[in-house]
């Protein structure tokens, strides 16, 4: 049974930090397109950052960039989203991702997570 389980979300205060982890099972976690979405109330869930099965290559929205960090440890089927100078725009419900395509677009998802919540005082 496949398995993406978020955790490390909170509330912060805005300029603060906070790393979300994806703890994966039940596929083969090295082979797959890891990313993180997320989903402000109201609104369409949206990409913010991508690393490739390797980790090697990272891309991420620009909203994010220079901000957020995305890693992975194939090791420990973990992914990690690091973020940093967050800001109030940042609160959402944030998703890992999983996907056997070179890219990672929501449309090309094969696996999601529930989402852990992060929220961020002004």
């Known amino acids: 049974q496949v398995q993406l389980v978020e955790s490390g979300g909170g509330l912060v205060q805005a300029g603060g930090s906070l790393r979300l982890s994806c703890a994966a099972s039940?596929?083969?976690?090295?082979?797959?397109?890891m990313g993180w979405f997320r989903q402000a109330p109201g609104k369409e869930r949206e990409f913010v950052a991508g690393?490739?099965?390797?980790?090697?290559?990272?891309y991420y929205a620009d909203s994010v960039k220079g901000r957020f960090t995305i890693s992975r440890d194939n090791a420990k089927n973990t992914e990690y989203l690091q973020m940093n100078s967050l800001k109030p725009e940042d609160t959402s419900v944030y998703y890992c991702a999983a996907t056997r395509r070179d890219n990672m677009t929501r449309e090309g998802v094969d696996y999601w997570g529930k989402g852990t919540l992060v929220t961020v005082s002004s």
């Open positions: 039940g596929f083969t976690f090295r082979r797959y397109t």
């Open positions: 690393i490739t099965w390797s980790g090697a290559d990272t």
